[in-house]
């Protein structure tokens, strides 16, 4: 039976992948089906008496190309078996045949085997015959790829070939300026280390690099140089570049026809579009591959020889995980985020809801799936190795807390909840509208802004307040904080600012997204406002919630404001990285008297105020640059209650700061009438939003959740909630709020069950650790999904317990025993690491 069934599957799964068969009664070869390349079943003889009987029910085919001829060997095993299993076997007839291609399924499970490149690899779906047929076109020549060398003027030369016999560059006085003006891109030396650390992990037979490189270092320039290896040593084709924001596709888009144009051609994917057929190079962001499931219907899994996840455990992450698994080939993965920041982490307890256990789990999968299961990357450069070598600026961070902010992070204080960007609450995070409504009052947004003026690094050239980014709790906070900032600025500077000093940037504010391009390039509302001959903004603090953090470029920013508790590290470490690069002033300034003036003209640090205590989070006992003593709210307040005092005239209390509040809420019979109806009008509210819309295909997750959370979610007309939405998806499992809006905008086509997911994990350990005893598949099988759905069970396995498995009605003693004992460890442990069991909450 489960044979049977094994063939069913494979048969459509070839369907539908175009392949066809032949007409019943083993026809000749030259009456075919449309279209010319066909399936036909394998000859069995030709493998002998050990070789798995047709009649037994395991059955292969040999797929044809369109002239005939042996193209892929399939190996059919049944539901229960690992398709591995047949490795040896299939290897054997594909090379009888002269195939190079091998596909071993069990229904369920495939894998795509190139022989000529290594190890099989995990598919969701077939190839088409024209994938395979191109793809049989590029014959991996590692050798070469090993033995090209690579210098420091890898990519100048395809910028421009002769430049070393040109006269700006053979000119040592002129050099320079020949550089800056023809954009030329030198590697730097920890570069070059990257490229040749990724041929030695070739030469050691991997296929499955990852870079963990510090913001700032030039990981796009590293990818390029990368690419080019792949292109220009025949390893690859067609390249496929991946993002998970919108706008870091053009930003991307750019970068790479800066560096590689005059080989190779770079394009964005758009929709019914061929152009990427014609191109070696292919941006395009994860969501547009995932809406309505296009990356299976509109490509195979074979059509890119090299895929580079930029920001890997981002575009990744969840159901992008799909996209990136579905293409075969080599996989190059790009991060900021080192896996240390995860060290105060306690993974003891794998059912907590603090948000560092979702970012551990993150980067523990972003690491095994990279082939870095012992935790080291192919190639590291930390911000501490950019300091050391002067490529990068060290924060000076300011400890600017009040006594309530460090009893609201406390342990013993405000027990902080918030949503994480799939709608989850956390543990340890804040209620947001409680959060900014309560503890913001306007004194402490008067208190934090202050302060943070008061201290802020100044511009070496004109004194004013250096350039600076200040992330707020919301867009609320945003635009009370700008509001403030330009009060305070209108003081400070008399007759300088006409509210233009601070800008709020975000998602809801017109041209938001050239604000941040004016901002870096020195025009945000005027120029040159203390000395006309100095370009540099007018508008000097940029006050938002998360638009510029990943991938945003300002060199000359002095001062990041976290005016905000941040509980991501990856958002940690983006953030920061947005002051580390270094910038000389001096470039901005074209008056010769001007520079003159100017004694420090070089950036050699910005400030990081961190008002929330967020490095202690992430690294215990942090050693601040500067403690700054905030005052603590004393004295009478408006409406009732202490607050903060008033210092030096500009700062007045107007409410107390109330840390906590609690709500009774009676649900009626009217908010438990949860149907089909209900989750349609909720779809139609969401896409008739022309904020959520564009924030979603922008791939702003952080802001979709808190845009809904804030103005969609406990509204009089519906009273929307996540869990009246959970009951009416009518899944065995809890949905997210982000699978909800994936599925409302097409991303994804419908929601898998719990038991959909439990076969998808338990695929994904099979194939990290491919189990030789492929009859105790079943039996790890049961043990993986019981202890992943059953508190029961964990508590059994962790207690050693074993005896109350005798009665119990899910895992029985019998069960256990069944398991081998390697595999009664390893399974919790890869649970613990790289599964999450709230997913599989009812």
Known sequence: MKEATARIKINKLLEAAGWRFFPEGNAPANIRLEPSVTIKPADLDALGENFEKAERGFVDFLLLDAKGFPLIVLEAKAEDKNPLVGKEQARKYARSQNCRFVILSSGNLHYFWDLERGNPYVITSFPTPDSVIGYQKVTPKPERLIAEQVGDDYIVLTQRPSYQAEAGWRNNAERPGYIQANKLRFLRPYQLRAIHSLQAAVDAGKDRFLFEMATGTGKTLTAAAVIKLFLRSGNASRVLFLVDRLELEEQARKALVALLSADFQTVIYKENRDDWRRAEIVVTTVQSLLFNNKYQKLFSPTDFDLVISDEAHRSIGGNARAVFDYFIGYKLGLTATPRDYLRRFDNSKPSTRDPREAERRLLLDTYRTFGCENSQPTFRYSLLDGVKDGYLVNPTVVDAR?????????????????????????????????????????????????????NALRDPVSGEIGKSIIFAVSQNHAAKLAQILNQMADRMFPGKYQSDFAVQVTSQIPDAQQFTINFSNNNLLGSGNFITAYKTSKARVCVTVGMMTTGYDCTDILNLGLFRPIFSPTDFIQIKGRGTRRHDFLEQVFDESVKAGVQKPSKTAYKLFDFFANCEYFEKEFNYDEVLKLPRPTGKGGEGGDGPVVIGGTYEHLGADILASMRVEQITAEGMKIDRMFFERFEGKVRENEIIAKAVEAGHWDRVIDYVNREVFDKPEEYYTLDKLRKAAAVDRRLTLREILEKVFGLIPRFKSKDELLEEEFAKFVADFKPEEAEAIPAIKTFFKAYVTSDQVRHIIENKDFTVLATHPMFSTRDFKAVPAKYRALVPEYIKDYVSLNQFSA
């Open 402 to 454: 009040t006594e309530i902010t460090t009893e609201l992070l406390s342990e013993e204080g405000f027990v902080v909840s918030f949503k994480d960007d799939t709608g989850e609450d956390r543990e340890e995070a804040y209620k947001q509208r409680e959060f900014e409504k309560r503890f913001f009052a306007e004194a402490t947004n008067q208190l934090l802004c202050k302060t943070f003026l008061e």
